[in-house]
């Protein structure tokens, strides 16, 4: 997944996915240094990427169970202007083959 950050805005490629691993890319298009965390609805933070700088990518490797994440940046009040994003994860739908 790749997360768009712009001076105040995040913009993921998804708004949801299956739970497991994921691998989530943070490409800074703006100004100002911005980082990526990823806190589930009880406000527990799951995983912290560092800085970013401008023009620059930065990736992070996190494994992901069933819920509501928001993925935010947590440089300064860059949050509270507009840089979050709301992502789903679901359980994988289990397939079956007919006899």
Known sequence: MLVNAADFLFN???????????????????QDEHDLGI????????????IVNPDRL???TVRL???TYRLFCGVA???ALGMSWRLIVRVPRVRTTAP
């Open 12 to 30: 993921g490629s998804r708004k949801a996915g299956p739970s497991g691993r994921w691998q989530i890319q943070l490409r800074n298009n703006g």
């Open 77 to 79: 009040d860059h949050e």
């Open 58 to 60: 930065g990736t992070i």
């Open 39 to 50: 806190r589930r609805t009880d406000g527990r933070v799951v995983a912290q990427m560092g």
């Open 65 to 67: 169970k069933a819920g």
